[in-house]
């Protein structure tokens, strides 16, 4: 069962994308939920309005109206996946939308976020999860990874799920983010009517392994110092690359032992 505390704070952080419809939910990180110098909530793709005329690349500003527990705000996309169906909106640029940006930060500074999943799942092990639609409710299901790099997960409600839930948190008995509701899994169809179906199963992508990897990054670093690069490392091994010049060496943080990484050092 979830705990009373993990609903609370799901339901505070949670936001409404009002102009196609849907849900979305502020992010944070596992270790440190508070600061992470950037502030993201997370959605469904086609809850949000985007092109793929050029203009989002060369800095047309498309904003998103998100409704929170204290007041709408305007906020833009920073990373759209429509295969995934999976978007990031953040802050407006604060040198042209000062206030809107400052006010986006303002929320975000005053609201606990929900801590995303890093870590993978033992396969084909179901676990519950718990979604909390836009009708205020929370409707509990299944979930299941089938695959060793499934970048989504296999999902089974109790009940059917409708189209205003669409972006919306699902989340794990530790309170952890999972997974967005998805037209991706044909959990609710694309024009936001419940699809005809005896039991409402389908899939949902795991924002972690979906989202652009400079997004990721913030969601890694068990403190602020980490968002930029890994700190002090010990070498355990250290061989010579046929590459003159170079010197390869498999290393790994003093904080973060069981997880080695291989790095080039140059040579001088």
Same mark, same amino acid.
């Given at each position: ?169 699902? =989340? ?70 046929? =590459? ?20 080039? =050092?140059?040579?001088?």
């Amino acid at each position: 069962m979830l705990a009373e505390e993990f609903k609370q704070r799901t339901e505070q952080a949670t936001v409404r994308v009002t102009k196609r419809g849907g849900q979305g939910v502020l992010i944070g990180n596992y270790h440190t939920l508070e600061r992470l110098g950037h502030h993201f909530v997370v959605t469904a793709a086609h809850c949000v309005g985007f092109d793929c005329e050029g203009g989002m690349a060369l800095g047309d500003y498309y904003i998103e109206d998100i409704e929170t527990k204290s007041g709408g705000l305007n906020v833009s996309p920073w990373a759209i996946d429509p295969v995934s169906d999976v978007a990031i909106l953040g802050a407006l640029d604060g040198q042209v939308f000062f206030d809107e940006a400052e006010q986006f930060e303002l929320f975000s500074e005053n609201t606990v976020p929900v801590p995303l999943r890093l870590d993978g799942f033992a396969l084909n092990k179901p676990f519950d999860v718990y979604v909390f639609t836009h009708k205020n409710q929370w409707v509990k299901g299944t979930a299941q990874q089938c695959r060793p790099d499934a970048s989504n997960l296999m999902v089974q409600f109790d009940e059917q799920i409708e189209g205003g839930t669409s972006g919306g948190p699902v =989340i794990n008995e530790e309170g952890e983010l999972v997974g967005v509701i998805s037209t991706a899994g044909s959990l609710v169809a694309s024009d936001g009517v419940t699809p005809l179906m005896k039991e409402c199963s389908g899939s949902i992508p795991r924002p972690y392994l979906t989202m652009p990897v400079w997004v990721a990054r913030f969601f890694n670093a068990q403190t602020p110092d980490e968002r930029a690069m890994p700190i002090r490392i010990k070498i355990e091994k250290r061989e010579e690359s046929p =590459i003159q010049q170079v010197t390869v060496a498999r290393v790994q943080t003093e904080k973060r032992p069981n997880q080695p990484a291989i790095v080039v =050092i140059n040579r001088k």
